[in-house]
């Protein structure tokens, strides 16, 4: 949330702050700002809105600073408004920071400030950084920030500059920071991509770490000011990784790279029919598992209960990782406990898996995002290896992750003793191909998108394990086309929802084969009987529901355990189709971030 970079090298800066922002914009894009040291002043722009418009505000300067940061918002504190843009600046405007978190004392600190007579221009809670910074200064700027952040509660990723100081001080808690190692030039920036047009040799800060980077290249420390040695690291991305390369969306493009994300999740992980992953756990130890997550991850979560429960036998509970690290949950060390992220950087689930060690769970990360801070603080993890993850809303992480989900099942059955049937392993390694013949009928949903663009509410239904996949389906597209979605348990309707159905209200079905069949068709006669226009995904030779069904999604037929993967894939369409007709900017739908590192 909210996307940081900062420079310090031999080249003018902006251009390779503006470019940087671009690659972060996935983290917020409700306001941009930089600023830059030039001839012992301090030169800093802001706008509201995109980065473009940043852009186009410093086309015609001659911008020569050689040092300097800049901020892409998303806003937690204050309107998303110019004011309220990063960087932040002290009293004399010698002081500039950008900070992506929260201040959670904020409103204390600025009152003292304000007291001793700092003026505030800004609502932000980050504002109180660059007056404590201030505060604090007596000629050193590493000095000052250590102090200023001895009184901050809450959340950092934290860069500041001085006019009279050649250097940049960076700190980070809670909140990444990656420094990138150039030839006569540094970089740091909340993620990866920001910088991989400069380099690949990266130093992942940790939290208490605080980093100058100055002609020297870079010194980390600790904030008592004692120097640590962090390992550099070769990152394996590619520039091309993270481009459109020809698709009009990044959302497309990520919907039709399922195929390969599954099979990087799946490479190296199935051999002479063994599904093998390297975990450091005590199994025989563990009778309980715990999944916590957010938003879609949360719905893998939901998926990977009913496949662990029937697949190992153990209970399964799964949380929203937000209630969880609130809810005195009762864990042991007889738990272990699944942190399901994309980013490994949502706070939330941070928060749940650092609660959930401190009871003595065992712990386990699925992750995509290597390096990332789940990632290096679970016991064990399965990476998904899906690729960068660009469009705000996710989907080759959610098929991935359920496909991790998958081996990790087969996996710990077949440590139990169990042999894997080998048409289910089958099934899985051809999971891949069946996504691929997926999504080449995808004709069929682009006509439907046209159909119902124009209305204002969905039903999604499911049952079993396409229950969570019918949430999905809803949160999809709610979150980039804006109309109102809800997904049920199929049987659920009868409870309250039905009462909405009229011919106004499509209802999206989940109705593919599997032993609940006979339960969806009553589900879909129910919804006939009352008006209702069925929208059912189906597979390709179910004659009863293809009869009942105003419109049908054909998909191949799988084992129920691979239907999630499957059948969410026309519902990932549906809602790009209908967000893309609706002429809405799927990539950046309003008030949302990719990544949430605030809670
Ligand atoms: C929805 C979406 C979000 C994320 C959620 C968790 O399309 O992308 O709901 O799934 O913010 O993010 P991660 O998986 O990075 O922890």
Redesign the pocket.
Known sequence: MCGIIGYYGQHPASKILIDGLKRLEYRGYDSSGLCLVEDNKLVCYKQAGPVTYLEGAIAHQDLKGHIGIAHTRWATHGAPNEINAHPHFDCHHQIAIVHNGIIENYQALKQLLSSEGHVFTSETDSEVLAHLIEKFYTGSLEEAVIKALALIEGSYGLVALHVNENKLVAARRSSPLVIGIGQGETFIASDVPAILNHTKDVVYLEDGDLAIIDEGGYQIKNLAGEPLDRRVEEVKLNIDQIEKKGYKHFMLKEIFEQPQSLVNVLAGRITNNQIKLSLNWHREAIERIIIA?????WHSALIGKYLLEEIVGLPVEVDYASEFRYRHPLVNNHDLFIA???????AD?LAALREAKNHGAQSLGIVNVVGSTVAREVDSGIYLHAGPEIG???TK?FTAQITALLLLAFYWRQEMGYKIDESILSELRHLPAVVEKTLKANGQVIELARRFMNFEHFLYLGRGLNFPVALEGA??LK?ISYIHAEGYPAAEIKHGPIALIDDNMPVVVLATKNDLSDKILSNIQEIKARGGQVIAIVDQDYEVVKKLADYLISVPPVHVWFSPVINVIPLQLLAYYIADAKGLDVDKPRNLA???TVE
């Open positions: 997550a957010c938003g879609t991850s399901i992220s994309q980013s490994g950087e949502t689930t705000v809303a996710s992480a949160l999809k979150e990719k990544s949430v």
